[in-house]
């Protein structure tokens, strides 16, 4: 008996391990025989009338039919037009199995016409009241069939009825999810673990029709059945498969009593085929055989496991001849696999590259935009200016040289001399208000015979001109501040559409090797994301039990990632009690190769309260570390409110990720067109790098700036005049290489020029900065403001403000932990 035994199994096996070999043949065809399933499925008549007639025969207990009125209902609602489709497939499904179940499928859908008519008058909410509709035909039909063709009526058989109508409530609602699913062309992305279990319950109902096809003595429901849990023991693992052989089973053990076992080794066997998936489908099928032996061997001894085994042989042939395609069409559905994370990237991928084309096609429209505006020719401005004299010079001689008597003389005969003087007396009066050069004023009394009243005309005029002038003058920088704001638009949504563009880097081996490293250290993590790990740029995420105040995370685990990614890292951010659980988030980075340090003194002047100058330290993105001062012109409250909304404006812009030369063109229109009044602000602008210590200054109308280094004093300065006072100029740039220690020291001219009686205030200052002997930056900034106003006689007569900037390297506080064995861990180059 055993030696029997030994060889049912190993032939399946000899069976199993030819179709494997068959398989990489049924690959090469799987897309052709794909598109041509899909192309005769996509128009779901013929697979709905397999479904309904399959439907037709199932039944329940051998006695309920609720399978009809359900699957009629959900067609009725979903596609009204397929109805009369349904109904010739349920009939003729009933009538090849038990004929008087045509009569009850005809008279239930009689009754579900009648109250569907009926619900539609009252409800407007078809979808909601379907189920009860259908509730009710069921019982009303039932009852019906039972009065007339059954003698006297029990009650055990309208409880029957009864629970019959309550089946076909249910599958109503399971039908109404799961037949649109059957249309491949509007499967939505993803299914829901609910729709994939309504859509097995469907597929049980339709095996249940094939209870009692045999092929050679082989089940047919038996064969499909762990066919369909195969394929998804193999698409979703354990837990589908489980699942999917649970619904199954049930579903087919309530057809047929004798068949419960059946629950059983499908549930097994999913379980079982999701575990060994790893072993690709051999795996799987092995599982299917292992299920088959153990619960056929308590299900129903040994006299039967032959046929049970080869039933299951032939469910892995077809599992092992399905192309690959298929499969790969199902798992693009069930979440968790593979297919179905691609998909989703590939869908993501496809909307992060529609938006950033969406934005590259605003940063073109911005460029566009700011070259139509910046598009000022300066011929062009020449030839209009030289047309505005004119219309100027033809206004005067309208008023004075038409009644003259010498009007042909001097405009006809001597045009051009008389141009040329008059355009002259025009500039001398714009300058002057008057005619200061002599010699141009005796050949224009000897020229012409009313010098006086053409004067005269001519400063009159003058008024408007210029007023007319200053208009478009301020129209024209408008142009222009448009067209610098635009600009910088353009080149920050560009920078912009570029990152949306960059793929995002899958860091799971990363992930698990640094999570193994810290817990080999003793500390237990919950989960770990690592958004980057480019140089200087390191993001990563953690979550881990509550340390009560312990600092695990800057002590133990900020060290340990510094010695696995061989650069100091430093705890970002760290939130107890973050998770319900009462674990703690905690978020890691990369530390700046340097840090500031500043000081800052200020002075009001005559001591006041309110000063007009205003200093602004602010820390933009990419480690870049900005130092502020803006001396608004004169002193008091006005003064104050203009150096405070230069440097506010001028924030703002430099943290939308604005060029700074951009953003200070930017303010310094803004300031010069929003008030005819005399206000202007000086700005000095200090642009730190904290990755390599590089500074940038801009400095427009402010005092020198000064760098010492040990005993070494520099001076750095720029010609430029203050924020405001003209429209157009060039920002100078001036850069330096700063190191370790060096101190930065910016000042208003409150300092610069407070020592009034010294000639050389550069080296003065120098000296002065050179003998302070500290390199504390609040201890620099209060020595040199109480030496210049020592110096000043004891007097404030300016608004006074130091900001002293000492750069210093970032040593971490605890130094990082050795790992063993060391990790090698990939990372990309920064970008």
């Known amino acids: 008996m055993y030696q029997k035994a030994d060889r049912n199994v190993m032939e399946p096996m000899r069976a199993m391990v030819w179709l494997e070999k068959t398989q990489s043949v049924s690959n090469g065809i799987g897309k052709r025989f794909m598109s041509k399933v899909e192309g005769v499925l996509l128009n779901w008549r013929l697979l709905l009338f397999a479904i309904g007639f399959l439907l037709g025969r199932a039944m329940i207990l051998s006695e309920i039919t609720p399978f009809a009125l359900p699957l009629i209902a959900s067609v009725f609602i979903l ?37 569907q008519k009926a619900a539609d008058i009252f409800t407007k909410n078809r979808m909601r009241w379907v189920p009860a509709v259908v509730f009710l035909s069921s019982f009303t039909a039932r009852a019906g069939t039972i009065f007339f063709t059954s003698g006297p009526p029990q009650i055990s058989q309208y409880m029957m009825g009864a629970v019959e109508a309550g089946l076909s409530l ?74 999917v052989g649970v619904v199954t089973g049930l ?183 008057e005619i200061k050069d002599r010699r141009l004023k005796l050949e224009w009394e000897k020229h012409c015979v009313k010098p006086q009243k053409i004067t005269e005309a001519i400063s009159k005029e003058l008024s408007q001109y210029q007023a007319s002038q200053q208009l478009k003058q301020q129209v024209q920088e408008s142009r222009k501040l448009v067209a610098n704001q635009l600009l910088g638009v353009s080149q920050v949504m560009g920078d912009f559409a570029k990152e949306i563009q960059r793929e995002h880097i899958n860091h799971q081996v990363q992930e698990e090797q640094i999570k193994e490293a810290i817990q080999s250290a003793g500390i237990e993590l919950g989960h770990i994301d690592v958004y980057s790990l480019e ?15 312990s600092g695990e995370c800057e002590k133990i685990i900020a060290p340990l990632l510094s010695d696995i990614l061989q650069e100091n890292i430093v705890v970002k951010k760290e939130d107890c009690g973050y998770y319900p659980n009462g674990y703690c988030h905690a978020a890691f980075g990369s530390a700046r190769e340097f840090v500031i340090e500043t000081g800052i003194a200020s002075a009001a002047k005559g001591g006041a309260w309110l000063s007009g100058d205003s200093h602004s330290t602010m820390e933009l993105g990419g480690g870049k570390y900005a130092v502020a001062i803006s001396d608004g012109m004169g002193n008091g409250e006005r003064a104050n409110r203009e150096s405070n909304e230069t440097l506010e404006l001028l924030q703002k812009i430099l943290k939308s990720g604005i060029d ?45 700036s000064f760098v010492k280094r040990g005993d070494q004093v520099r001076v750095i300065e720029a010609s430029n005049l ?92 605890w130094a990082s932990i050795p790992h063993f064995p060391k990790i090698n861990l990939k990372r990309p180059k920064a970008q």
């Open 79 to 115: 596609r009204k037009e397929r109805t009369g489709f349904a109904l010739l497939a349920l009939v003729a499904g009933a009538l090849s199995h038990v004929p008087m179940n045509a009569l009850y499928i005809l008279a239930g859908v009689v009754v579900y016409a009648i109250y």
């Open 170 to 243: 249910v599958l109503t609602l399971i039908f109404l999810q799961s037949i649109p699913l059957l249309n491949l062309k509007r499967i939505p992305q993803s299914l829901k673990n609910e729709e994939i279990i309504c859509f097995m319950i469907l597929l049980a109902s339709v095996m249940t029709g094939t209870i009692g096809w045999e092929i050679h003595h082989y089940s047919v429901e038996h064969i499909v059945s762990r066919y369909l849990v195969l394929m998804f023991a193999f698409v979703g693992g354990a837990a589908i498969g489980s699942t």
């Open 251 to 433: 579903i087919l053990s309530l057809a047929n009593v004798g068949s419960l076992y059946q629950m059983s080794l499908l549930a097994f066997s999913g379980l079982l085929g999701g575990l060994l998936k790893e072993g690709k489908r051999f795996g799987v099928g092995i599982g299917l055989l292992i299920g088959t032996l153990l619960i056929g061997l308590y299900g129903e001894g040994n006299v039967a496991i032959a046929k049970t085994l080869i039933e299951s042989v032939i469910a892995i042939g077809l599992f092992l001849l399905t192309p690959q395609a298929v499969i790969h069409s199902i798992a693009r559905y069930v979440p968790g696999t593979r297919e179905h994370s691609n998909e989703q990237q590939q869908y993501v991928k496809k909307i992060r590259d529609v938006t950033a084309n969406r934005v590259e096609q605003f940063s073109s429209m911005f460029q566009a935009l700011s070259h139509s505006f910046a598009s000022y020719n300066e011929s062009a401005y020449d030839e209009y200016q030289e047309h505005e004299v004119d219309l100027f010079l033809s206004n005067v001689t309208e008023k004075t040289c038409q009644t003259c008597f010498k009007k042909e003389q001097c405009w006809a005969v001597n045009f051009t001399k008389t141009y040329e003087m008059m355009t002259q007396i025009m500039t001398e009066q714009e300058q002057y208000q």
């Open 535 to 549: 140089a200087s740029n390191v993001d990563i995420e953690m979550s881990l039990p509550n340390c009560n105040g």
């Open 660 to 704: 700074e030369e951009v953003a200070i063109k930017s303010v310094n229109s803004v300031l010069s067109l929003r008030t005819t009044d005399e206000i202007f602000s000086t700005l000095d602008l200090a642009m730190i790098d904290l990755q390599d210590a590089s500074l940038k200054f801009l400095k427009i109308g402010s005092s020198p």
């Open 722 to 813: 203050p924020i405001g006072i003209i429209e157009e100029f060039d920002v100078d740039v001036v850069s330096e290489q700063l190191k370790a220690g060096d101190l930065l020291i910016m000042m208003s001219d409150g300092i610069y020029e407070g020592p009034k009686h010294v000639e050389n205030i550069d080296a003065w200052m120098k000296r002065k900065i050179k003998e302070i002997g500290t390199d504390d930056p609040q201890a620099v900034a209060d020595l040199l403001m109480e030496e210049v106003i020592r110096t000043g006689s004891n007097t404030i007569e300016d608004d006074m403000t130091v900001v002293v900037t000492k750069i210093n390297r970032n040593i971490p506080k």
